[in-house]
């Protein structure tokens, strides 16, 4: 799939973050009045949103990807962040459905690097102004 692509796809695609206190709905460069009221709460500074499933954006078996998310959740949890569950719905019912973790306190760059490691094409970032924008991974090798 074309970059391009690859960007429309990721724009129609709702990011779900399933926070204490409810669920939020995130959309690339849309600014949500809940999240932003988390975040002021939660006293956090940026976040950001990543899955290992289907990575290069190659559908997987969802047996391989719920081991690929479990191992994800794993690894975030051994770098002490508290990360919360999350789903990547697309626009399109015919897209793939993707678990996905919400991670406050994590900086884009270690996000990007975490998300590197999982093959993923690009990542949710944000600030307390509660903007996901779309960031895309560039592996070092290129």
Known sequence: MKTSELEAAYRATTYRAFLPGGHVDLRIGEANPTLIAWLETAACREFAIITAYNPGGEIRAAAINAERQSQLECD???????????????????????????????????????????????????????????????????
């Open 76 to 142: 975030l949890l051994e770098g002490n962040y508290e990360p919360y569950a999350g789903e990547n719905v697309p626009d399109n019912a015919d897209g793939p459905l993707e678990e996905s973790c919400f991670i406050p306190e994590i900086s884009c760059d270690d996000a990007c690097a975490l998300a590197e490691d999982y093959g993923q094409n690009a990542i949710v970032c944000g600030g307390a102004d509660g903007i996901p924008q779309l960031v895309w991974i560039v592996p070092e090798d290129v």
